[in-house]
């Protein structure tokens, strides 16, 4: 699997977009790109995930880059709740592993 | 739907002594996993299963192991406890072919 690289750690204010950043200049044809998060102590949330598009959701917005070697989770309007532990991962499809790295510790501040 | 249910939530083991880690799915998925998360750090694989009655090692297999003889449950057996298998698991389950896993609430195990 294509291994990625995250910041440490980020701030960012409540009810601004909070903008994630995950390099990946490794990632194959044939990968996709995951993202999740970890609310303290509590198991790993999906979030959403792309291959080549920008996604969107209920939760957040993929933006991936043409060359696929970089993507960019958008928060639209963070909410203190939305303080948690980012990780994103790349990896084929159907593959039954995820390989979570260190992530992206996001504290949201009021 | 419960999701995925794992117990307990809170154990400590004295080193060498054996238990079993409980994980329960109600949403018919065949892939089922174990992880280990140990602090700050990123979760790591411990074992997979595919369907009933397969089973497969993850990254960190030595001192677990684990059964499929049903759909829903996916037990993780500690042989002998050790020190070093201190750490938070979590237990997940995906439709095969789908791509969101779902996760448990994790087992904080403490081992003396």
């Known amino acids: 699997d294509a291994k990625t690289t995250q910041p440490p750690s980020m701030d960012c204010a409540e009810g601004r977009a909070a903008n994630l950043p995950c390099n990946h200049s490794?990632?194959?044809?044939?990968?996709?790109v995951y993202w999740y998060r970890q609310i303290h102590s509590q198991g790993p949330q999906y979030i959403i995930h792309?291959?080549?598009n920008n996604e969107t959701n209920e939760m957040a917005s993929l933006i991936i880059t043409e060359d696929r070697k970089s993507s960019t989770l958008i928060l639209p309007h963070a909410t203190l709740r939305d303080t948690a532990v980012y990780y994103c991962i790349v990896r084929p499809p159907n593959d039954y592993k995820l390989s979570f790295g260190a992530g992206t510790t996001v504290t949201v501040r009021a | 739907n419960a999701g995925v249910t794992q117990t307990p939530k809170f154990q400590v083991l004295k080193t060498g002594q054996s238990m079993t880690l409980q994980c329960a799915q109600d949403m018919n998925h065949e892939y089922m996993s174990w992880y280990r998360q140990d602090p700050g750090m990123g979760l790591r694989l411990i074992h997979y299963s595919v369907g009933a009655g397969i089973t497969d090692q993850g990254e960190v297999p030595n001192g677990y192991n684990v059964s499929r003889s049903t759909t829903e449950d996916f037990p993780l057996r500690l042989l002998s406890a050790a020190p070093s298998q201190t750490s938070v698991y979590f237990c997940?389950?995906?439709?095969?072919?789908?791509?969101?896993?779902?996760f448990g609430p994790g087992t904080r195990l403490t081992v003396l």
């Open positions: 792309g291959l080549k």
């Open positions: 997940a389950s995906r439709v095969a072919g789908y791509n969101e896993q779902f």
């Open positions: 490794t990632i194959s044809g044939n990968e996709y």
